[in-house]
Nanobody, 128 residues
Framework: QVQLVESGGGSVQAGGSLRLSCAAS????????MGWFRQAPGKEREGVAS????????GYADSVKGRFTISQDISKSTVYLQMNGLKPEDTAVYYC?????????????????????WGQGTQVTVSS
């Protein structure tokens, strides 16, 4: 089974940057989709970004488009989320997850129920 471990979270001032990492083990070629999600207190978990391994297609939530970049290093079984221009509303626990044997459309939709494996989460706090 896939195990995911996030790192790189922390506290920054508005306008700052953070780079989150998600190290995976037990990854197979059927794990075609990787995603980043976040959940703030009192809010639903939302899909932030996704990347499809077969071709590298990426997708982003409108709220982070132009500020966040998802990427992956297949050789290291690691996915990244570069976050620039951080805003206080970005404050949340960030999770990485993987979806197995799904089409690109399902990957880009980033519905949590499609993703079968999840990391423990890493806290990101942005102060004004």
């Amino acid at each position: 089974q896939v195990q995911l471990v996030e790192s790189g979270g922390g506290s920054v001032q508005a306008g700052g940057s953070l780079r989150l990492s998600c190290a995976a083990s037990g990854f197979t070629t059927r794990d075609v989709c990787m995603g980043w999600f976040r959940q703030a207190p009192g809010k639903e978990r939302e899909g932030v970004a996704s990347i499809y391994n077969r071709g590298g297609a990426t997708g982003y939530a409108d709220s982070v488009k132009g500020r966040f970049t998802i990427s992956q290093d297949i050789s290291k079984s690691t996915v990244y989320l570069q976050m620039n221009g951080l805003k206080p509303e970005d404050t949340a626990v960030y999770y990485c997850a993987t979806a197995r044997s799904v089409w690109l459309s399902a990957c880009s939709a980033r519905r949590p129920e499609v993703f079968g494996y999840w990391g423990q989460g890493t806290q990101v706090t942005v102060s004004s």
